[in-house]
T-cell receptor, first 115, second 108 residues
Framework: DAGITQSPRHKVTETGTPVTLRCHQTENHRYMYWYRQDPGHGLRLIHYSYGVKDTDKGEVSDGYSVSRSKTEDFLLTLESATSSQTSVYFC??????????????FGPGTRLTVL | QKEVEQNSGPLSVPEGAIASLNCTYSDRGSQSFFWYRQYSGKSPELIMSIYSNGDKEDGRFTAQLNKASQYVSLLIRDSQPSDSATYLCAVEGNKLVFGAGTILRVKS
């Protein structure tokens, strides 16, 4: 998993509670991404970061926020978890992040269940 | 219309056969194309990338790109049971978009 860890790996929580997922990399890559993966939808981008404190929204960002205070850490927060956010969450990193050469490497994933 | 479309499968092939996985995309400006393999319960891993029209070979894998037809494919020669996985097509224009994946099952 290319020096990427995610924590926790599994989490069960209740509707309305805040949840924070952590992605940690040891590759010193500039770009970091959060995706969710659901059956029939493939991987969908939630948020991404192109540097410390530089983040932007993806296609499914509603209900999620992110922070990146250090190159190696990218946090995803569900402000108030809903059952529709039950999913598998993947973090990815990229050295280029730009057009044409965006090879992304994925972390092991976090399985989140919201009851 | 989805931006990147794949047949969900499952595609079943016998061991030793050629598996052909297909992907179409809608953004004509797309420049980069990737195939990821994902085993059940695991994370996606990059197996092929292609940027120019034509074929690109890497071992038993061949990626084929036809930008005029907005079509990219992955051929797996001499398929093995260990190739059984979900194959994700990803297309990059001004953003990287993934298809939902095709399940491949190789029967021994």
């Amino acid at each position: 998993d290319a020096g990427i860890t995610q924590s926790p790996r599994h989490k069960v929580t209740e509707t309305g509670t805040p949840v924070t997922l952590r992605c940690h990399q040891t590759e010193n890559h500039r770009y970091m991404y959060w995706y969710r993966q659901d059956p029939g939808h493939g991987l969908r981008l939630i948020h991404y970061s192109y540097g410390v404190k530089d983040t932007d929204k993806g296609e499914v960002s509603d209900g999620y926020s992110v922070s990146r205070s250090k190159t190696e850490d990218f946090l995803l927060t569900l402000e108030s978890a809903t059952s529709s956010q039950t999913s598998v969450y993947f973090c990815a990193i990229s050295d280029t992040g730009g057009l044409g050469l965006d090879t992304q490497y994925f972390g092991p994933g976090t399985r989140l269940t919201v009851l | 219309q989805k931006e990147v479309e794949q047949n969900s499968g499952p595609l079943s092939v016998p061991e030793g056969a050629i598996a052909s996985l297909n992907c179409t995309y809608s953004d004509r400006g797309s420049q980069s194309f990737f195939w990821y393999r994902q085993y059940s319960g695991k994370s996606p891993e990059l197996i092929m990338s292609i940027y120019s029209n034509g074929d690109k070979e890497d071992g038993r894998f061949t990626a084929q790109l036809n930008k005029a037809s907005q079509y990219v494919s992955l051929l797996i020669r001499d398929s093995q049971p260990s190739d059984s996985a979900t194959y994700l097509c990803a297309v990059e224009g001004n953003k990287l978009v993934f298809g939902a994946g095709t399940i491949l099952r190789v029967k021994s």
